[in-house]
């Protein structure tokens, strides 16, 4: 577990916030995946420059959960977030392109265009 807790998780995957989660386009499967609200949660903290840990810590302190619970369950949520294929760890930490940055929604188009084809998700 410690390994995973010392890693920078990044999304990876377009969303949008609605009301009750998070919904990320799974883009190797072409579906859309709901995430519950501590999944959320720790899929917006992910930004490639934060550890695992550090999310979890903060986490903890936020809702006032046993500090060992949290550490145990966000590294299990990280787990299966990477397994539906929405999230995935790294050894460094590292900035997210602009096409995961912000939501959908929010993003202006000309650069997510720019963003998604340096990053290889879509031909010129």
Request: negative net charge; glycine residues 6%; contains cysteine.
């Amino acid at each position: 577990m410690t390994a995973t807790l010392d890693q920078f998780p990044q999304r990876d995957g377009l969303y949008q916030i609605l009301p009750e989660g998070v919904a990320v386009q799974n883009r190797y499967q072409n579906q859309v995946i709901m995430l519950d609200s501590l999944s959320s949660e720790i899929w917006l903290r992910a930004d490639g420059k934060t550890s695992l840990r550090e999310i979890a810590c903060d986490m903890a302190g936020i809702s006032g959960l046993p500090m060992n619970a949290m550490l145990r369950t966000i590294s299990i949520l990280a787990v299966i977030l990477n397994s539906e294929g929405v999230l995935f760890p790294c050894k460094q930490a590292a900035s997210l392109p602009y096409h995961l940055t912000l939501p959908q929604e929010d993003q202006d188009t000309d650069q997510m265009r720019e963003s998604l084809v340096a990053a290889g998700w879509l031909d010129q």
